[in-house]
């Protein structure tokens, strides 16, 4: 548990850093102002992770040390050294958290709230969090419900959440990354060229690319998309185009609007 008292830690220290490299070595200029993002992105970000942690941390920890005492989930059920139970969770984990996000786009009901993400117009490290409460809240039954049936591991789940901040801060940042460096990558792991198709104004290249740790669920089922011009890449949805729709009070009440592209 030690480790997980320095999760909030090295996330700001991702948005700091990350925000820090997108000045020097950013891909491309903003198209917009910054400022007026960061001041519905940050909100959203602290919002959301109180939230989630009040409401999720602690169910999450008595569930999974339950499952461990009483033998509950494929992991417990087997005996396998320690250090494999705790990969095998973490492919888990982001291969359901692919699926999931294949869903967001896929159910009208669940691309109402997923949509506040896709709004923002430029992409940048802030952008990795900018998710509407209620998505959130759906995201953390999805993971109780994966721990409770294959009995993820406390280290697996800790580790897991510490990865995902990174690695989505990572490929939503605007860093300039060597071309080689990201085809490198991204046989693996998801660079930021991949996730910047993914954020396309173009429904089609919008529904491409859905990993967040790993690439290779994108590989393995089809949705993996790579030859895109990235010049040419238009970040955001076509429904909402102006900066002044786009507040933090805006994002919270978007779902609930019209369901639009």
Request: with cysteine.
């Amino acid at each position: 548990m030690e480790l997980y008292a320095i999760k909030p830690y090295l996330y700001w220290a991702g948005v700091v850093f990350f925000l820090l490299c997108e000045q020097r070595f950013s891909y491309r200029e903003p198209t917009v102002p910054r400022v007026g993002r960061w001041l519905a992105n940050l909100p959203l970000s602290i919002v959301n992770g109180t939230i989630y942690h009040l409401l999720y941390t602690s169910a999450i920890v008595a569930l999974i040390l339950a499952g461990q005492e009483n033998k509950i989930g494929l992991l417990n059920a087997w005996a396998l050294p320690e250090w494999l139970k705790i990969v095998a969770g973490i492919l888990i984990l982001d291969f359901f958290i692919y699926l999931w996000h294949l869903l967001t786009h896929a159910l009208p009901f669940l691309w109402r709230f997923h949509r506040v993400h896709h709004s923002d117009l430029n992409m940048d490290v802030t952008t990795a969090n900018r998710f509407h409460l209620g998505e959130f809240l759906f995201t953390g039954l999805i993971r109780l419900a994966v721990i409770y049936t294959f009995g993820i591991g406390v280290t697996a789940y800790i580790l897991f959440e510490i990865l995902v901040n990174l690695s989505v801060q990572f490929h939503h940042s605007s860093l300039r990354a060597p071309f080689w460096l990201e085809r490198v990558w991204a046989l693996l792991f998801v660079p930021p060229f991949l996730h910047r198709i993914h954020h396309s104004v173009r429904i089609k290249e919008r529904d491409s690319n859905y990993g967040v740790i790993f690439s290779i669920w994108d590989r393995m089922l089809g949705t993996l998309t790579t030859e895109v011009a990235q010049e040419q890449i238009v970040i955001g949805i076509g429904s909402h185009r102006k900066i002044e729709q786009l507040g933090f009070w805006r994002l919270l009440a978007l779902p609930f609007t019209r369901n639009t592209p």
